[in-house]
């Protein structure tokens, strides 16, 4: 029975991980590294995630630079990120490929809060299936008489709290990149 719950939590905790991986991944007008992680390359016939291929900075606020480790990936690397969805154009300078980040229209603003709330929906989504997985889990053990009427109450009340305490986080969140893409 703790097990369920146990199991449950860090379900939870991955939906939330993999959330705030997502957001990272959105662009808010300023240069953050994260912007990057899910650009993959094709090198030497193998998608590889751009971060393994070379360092990723941000020296100013709207700038990112890509320093590859092998001189020879900087021609795919600028392709993989000229074909991701990013809208950013690369600029090859030699060792170095430089992103400069236009600044955000209102309209692109707006898109991109639509996007973050898709995003936050299906973490919910994904929260409560767990919630229901692990009341599942519960009924089943009830039947096979393992636990009591009582116990399988108060387990499914302790599984909704801490649906709420994730669901707050989400929202907390969700909140705080708003805030971010909508600021100018």
Known sequence: MEDVLRESEGRMQKAIEALKKNFSAVRTGRAHPALLD????????TKTPLK????????????????????NASQAIEKA??????????????G???????ELSEERRRDLTKIIKKEAEEAKISLRNVR????????????????????????????QELIDKESAEIDKLLAGKEKEILEV
């Open 96 to 102: 170095l490929i430089r992103l400069l980040l236009p």
């Open 132 to 159: 229901r997985e692990a009341i599942e889990a519960l009924k089943k053990q009830k039947a096979e008489k393992k636990i009591t009427e009582d116990i399988e109450k108060m387990q499914d009340k302790k599984v």
């Open 52 to 71: 393994q291929l070379g360092q990723v900075s941000a020296p100013e606020p709207r700038m990112l630079v890509v320093t590859p480790y092998d001189k």
């Open 38 to 45: 899910h650009v993959q390359v094709e090198y030497y016939g």
């Open 81 to 94: 990120i000229l074909a991701s969805d990013l809208g950013i154009n690369p600029k090859n300078e030699g």
